[in-house]
């Protein structure tokens, strides 16, 4: 029998380490360590069913390397126990941050007509057997809409459920990629397609990209505000409610929903569609960058330059073990929005999440989906008290 440890057993165990302790300095190993702990961090079951896999006995033989292998797969699948211990925490932590700035009584304050008013049993089956964010049927996506006039940056998707409600409310998420690359359709899926199959209006958008940041701004922001001046426009087509609209974004986006949530109507980023109305009910930042983007700063690039009382309610949710973008700006942005805004601003950290927690079933991510379905309940309910 071998005692040589096989370089995958090492390399498993070093990703389930950097889930549970990231390295933090330097950038470029912090970046490092949230790749390699991306995985298991939010997948723990998937990689505990690889520990088991490669530690089957083959008729008379031992897995490869025998024992030593065996040890070092121990330890990796303690490391997955306090990786699923954290993630299980994420629930309560959201209930506590959302009491906080909603009040203790916030559910029941909730009109019971509104789905989002109740708890919901997490869909282990889900996240055990099936945790990648796989469209339902009870959902359709109708791709590559144009909202503007530059190609593909300017092209949207809707998510809505197959019945066509009307007067649905509208959830529009941008994606991250540091404003220099992704697209649509990347980050929270599985948000998107839970909140269509429950009847919202779901819309998934690019938007300008750029050499770096500060060379793209502020067009990246003029095109979320076309967003959500196209849903204003032609989202009654697709059963949306124009007035009802929440923003959501992950990293970058989460940048640009506190500067759109923050400039409602603000003619100098909507050059062309001044008059448009470019306000939104509520704001969700998942993991989000919000300070400057470098450049001249004339106007400012970060939210924290346009903070007052008439910001909307807003939800900021950000991991503890953030090394791509650590939690302080995320708790400044928090904090400053308190003491400004008349709303409630929501802000809770996971512990143990990395960067990027949205991109599939995992524990974490479907606890951050209930909180957003009862805030957004929430924010309903009290729109619709104020109207009345």
């Excluded at 003029?222 to 032609?234: L, N, S």
């Excluded at 008059?275 to 960058?289: C, M, P, R, V």
């Excluded at 450049?295 to 807003?314: M, V």
Aim: net charge positive; with cysteine; charged share 20%.
């Amino acid at each position: 029998m071998s005692s040589t440890v096989p370089i995958g057993a090492i390399c498993f165990l070093w990703c389930v380490v950097m889930a549970v302790a990231p390295i933090r300095r330097p950038r470029s190993l912090a970046v490092f360590s949230w790749i390699c702990g991306a995985i298991p961090n939010e997948l723990p079951f998937v990689a505990l069913f690889v520990v088991i896999v490669s530690n089957v006995p083959i008729g008379s033989r031992f897995p490869p390397g025998g024992w030593a292998a065996l040890a070092v797969n121990v330890v990796a699948v303690v490391g997955l126990v306090v990786i699923v211990a954290r993630a299980a925490c994420a629930g309560r932590r959201l209930d506590r941050a959302l009491d906080d700035a909603l009040g203790e009584g916030w559910r029941a304050a909730i009109d019971p007509a509104l789905d989002g008013a109740r708890r919901r049993h997490l869909p282990w089956l889900q996240i055990l057997l099936m945790p990648w964010p796989i469209r339902g049927r009870d959902v359709e996506r109708v791709a590559n809409i144009s909202y503007g006039d530059n190609g593909t940056s300017n092209l949207l998707d809707v998510y809505r459920n197959r019945w066509h409600p009307t007067g649905a409310p509208v959830l529009v998420h941008l994606h991250g990629g540091r404003f220099r690359w992704g697209r649509k359709s990347r980050e929270s899926r599985a948000l998107l397609h839970r909140l269509a199959s429950r009847g919202w209006t779901c819309v998934s958008a690019n938007y300008h990209l750029s050499r770096t940041p500060a060379a793209g701004f502020p067009e990246h922001l003029v095109d979320v505000k076309r967003v959500i001046a196209w849903v204003r426009r032609d989202g009654g087509d697709f059963g949306a409610d124009p007035d009802t609209i929440f923003l959501s974004g992950s990293s970058a986006g989460a940048h640009l929903t506190a500067m759109a949530a923050l400039t409602a109507n603000d003619a100098r980023f909507q050059p062309g569609f001044e008059a448009a109305d470019t306000s939104i009910a509520a704001g969700i930042g998942l993991y989000g960058y919000y300070g400057e983007l470098g450049g001249d700063e004339r106007p400012p690039s970060t939210p924290l330059a346009y903070l007052g009382s008439d910001a909307p309610p807003f939800f900021v949710v950000h991991g503890a073990n953030d090394t791509y973008t650590p939690v302080e700006g995320a708790r400044v942005l928090a904090e400053r929005m308190r003491a400004s805004s008349s709303s409630p601003v929501v802000y809770a950290v996971l512990p143990g999440a990395q960067h990027s927690f949205d991109l599939f079933h995992s524990i974490r991510f479907e606890s951050v989906i209930d909180a957003i379905e009862g805030f957004g309940a929430w924010v309903r309910t009290r729109r619709g008290a104020t109207a009345n």
